[in-house]
């Protein structure tokens, strides 16, 4: 039962452009959202997030997007950069406290 | 100066083998965690500790056992290996023991391989 979900395996996008990643949860506990990056042969790195009292958060050139109606978030990348081509995941907490529940990654290319 | 490390980082050994991965991290975080990487790319939790102790035991194999000299160390030891266990396997570590408003900082993962 995947509670995480991030329908898009992968995404390409052109330098400078906008990169906009989604995830869907299907637990209305969730109230605590993250996105971690991931370069092969590494570990994930937190990236941002967002608690379920805020509908937007940014830090740079990246900005989360809550939308709690819709059991949607989404990752926002502007200006895109070809650094930033890695594997993203969504993560979300709540209900039964300590666990964080992971999406299965969206693969980004940024295209110079 | 790595944060959360993680030995080895390639592990090959054959079915029924037993073998450990050592973690340790320098953050002076008190909750430590272990997860796997399926095949279908998903991060899933086995284990947490805080401050030595287990918090957090999702159903994963008896095989499985965690093992927490100190609450810098959270070693991963396995028995009896399937090729079913064939994955990567990520240590972890964070200062808060719930997950709200918690950052979890990982290793660098470790690939094993059952053949």
């Known amino acids: 039962d995947q509670q995480v979900k991030q329908n898009s395996p992968s995404l390409s996008v052109q330098e400078g452009r906008i990169s906009i990643l989604n995830c869907d949860y299907t637990n209305s506990m969730f109230d605590y959202f993250l996105w971690y990056k991931k370069y092969p042969a590494e570990g994930p790195t937190f990236l941002i997030s967002i608690s379920s009292i805020k509908d937007k958060n940014e830090d740079g050139r990246f900005t989360v997007f809550l939308n709690k109606s819709a059991k949607h978030l989404s990752l926002h990348i502007v200006p895109s950069q070809p650094g930033d081509s890695a594997v993203y995941f969504c993560a979300a907490s709540g209900g039964d406290g300590n666990k964080l529940v992971f999406g299965a990654g969206t693969i980004l290319r940024v295209k110079s | 100066d790595t944060a959360v490390s993680q030995t080895p980082k390639y592990l090959v050994t054959q079915m029924g083998n037993d073998k450990s991965i050592k973690c340790e991290q320098n953050?002076?975080?008190?909750?430590m965690y272990w997860y796997k990487q399926d095949s279908k790319k998903f991060l899933k939790i086995m284990f947490s500790y805080n401050n030595k102790e287990l918090i957090i035991n999702e159903t994963v194999p008896n095989r499985f056992s965690p093992k927490s000299p100190d609450k810098a160390h959270l070693n991963l030891h396995i028995n009896s290996l399937e090729l079913g266990d064939s994955a990567v396997y990520f240590c972890?570590?964070?200062?808060?023991?719930?997950?709200?408003?918690?950052?979890?900082?990982f290793g660098e993962g470790s690939w094993l391989t059952v053949v």
């Open positions: 953050l002076g975080h008190d909750t």
């Open positions: 972890a570590s964070s200062q808060l023991s719930t997950a709200y408003g918690n950052t979890i900082y």
